[in-house]
């Protein structure tokens, strides 16, 4: 499966922003469906993940309450909503797909976008 994210840009603090994660090349119901961050000079992290059928969604703590992950499989589409934006959310953000199960660690997703930059201004 090919993924293409979309919907990066800059904002200021406490703003939004919607990322779109397209899916083309195979069934996309089949994938759990990850979100991924990499901060300038950290590693990446998990950031939220949600299983096919959309009845598990897991995020980490720090975004917890103001990001919304959510799925369109008539559009073969992961969505990340971000509300209330802080600059420590600022890094290049990458959706990933799994054929296991919604986890947080990486090596659980065969397939990545090639990410998209969100930058946080205060």
């Known amino acids: 499966v090919q993924l293409t994210e979309s919907g990066g840009g800059a904002v200021q603090a406490g703003g939004s922003l919607r990322l779109s994660c397209g899916a083309s090349g195979d069934i996309f119901s089949r994938y759990a469906m990850g979100w991924f961050r990499r901060a300038p000079g950290k590693e990446r992290e998990f950031v939220g993940c949600?299983?096919?059928?959309?009845?598990?969604?897991d995020y980490m703590d720090s975004v917890k309450g103001r990001f919304t992950i959510s799925r369109d499989d008539a559009k073969s589409t992961v969505y990340l909503q971000m509300n209330d934006l802080k600059p420590e959310d600022t890094a290049v953000y990458y959706c990933?797909?799994?054929?296991?199960?919604?986890?947080?660690?990486?090596?659980?997703?065969?397939?990545w976008g090639q990410g998209t930059q969100v930058t946080v201004f205060s």
């Open positions: 990933a797909a799994s054929l296991t199960l919604c986890l947080k660690g990486e090596a659980q997703y065969g397939y």
């Open positions: 949600i299983n096919w059928s959309s009845k598990y969604i």
